[in-house]
C-alpha cells in the first residue's frame, strides 16, 4: 500500500467534526505520539523485551501515522511531498552542518 492509498482508506474510519477537525487531529497525534513514548519507557524500565515493544510499537505508531495521514488529507496536502519537503530539510541541514541543535530555522 502507498501512502496516497492509505491516506485515502483513512477517510472511512475518521468520525470527527469538520468543525474542529484540525484540533482534533492535532491532539489525536500527540496523544499517540505519548504513547509510542509511553512502550519505550516501559522498555527501558524492562517491563517488555524488544520483541514485544515493537509488537505494542507497531500498534501506536499506526495510530500515529492515522492522524498524521488525517491531517494532510484535511488540509489538502500530499503525503509523499510533505516526506520529500522534510528529507530535503533535513539534507539541507546535514551539508550546512546544522543537522543539531535548536529550532526551525537552522
Given at each position: 500500500?502507498?501512502?496516497?492509498e492509505?491516506?485515502?482508506?483513512t477517510?472511512?474510519?475518521?468520525?470527527?467534526?469538520q468543525?474542529t477537525?484540525?484540533?482534533?487531529?492535532?491532539?489525536?497525534?500527540?496523544?499517540?505520539?505519548?504513547?509510542?513514548?509511553?512502550?519505550?519507557?516501559k522498555y527501558?524500565?524492562?517491563?517488555y523485551?524488544?520483541?514485544?515493544?515493537?509488537?505494542?510499537?507497531i500498534?501506536?505508531?499506526g495510530?500515529v501515522?492515522?492522524?498524521?495521514?488525517r491531517?494532510?488529507d484535511e488540509?489538502?496536502?500530499?503525503p509523499?511531498e510533505?516526506?520529500?519537503i522534510?528529507?530535503d530539510?533535513?539534507l539541507n541541514?546535514?551539508?550546512k552542518?546544522?543537522?543539531?541543535g535548536?529550532g526551525?530555522?537552522?
Open positions: 500500500m502507498d501512502l496516497q492509505y491516506q485515502l482508506l477517510r472511512k474510519t475518521a468520525i470527527y467534526s468543525d477537525f484540525l484540533e482534533y487531529l492535532t491532539l489525536g497525534l500527540a496523544s499517540e505520539a505519548g504513547e509510542v513514548s509511553g512502550v519505550v519507557k527501558i524500565r524492562k517491563d523485551d524488544l520483541d514485544i515493544a515493537k509488537d505494542k510499537l500498534k501506536e505508531l495510530d501515522m492515522w492522524y498524521w495521514a491531517l494532510c488540509l489538502g496536502l500530499n509523499e510533505v516526506m520529500e522534510n528529507i530539510k533535513l541541514r546535514q551539508v552542518n546544522t543537522l543539531q535548536d526551525d530555522d537552522r
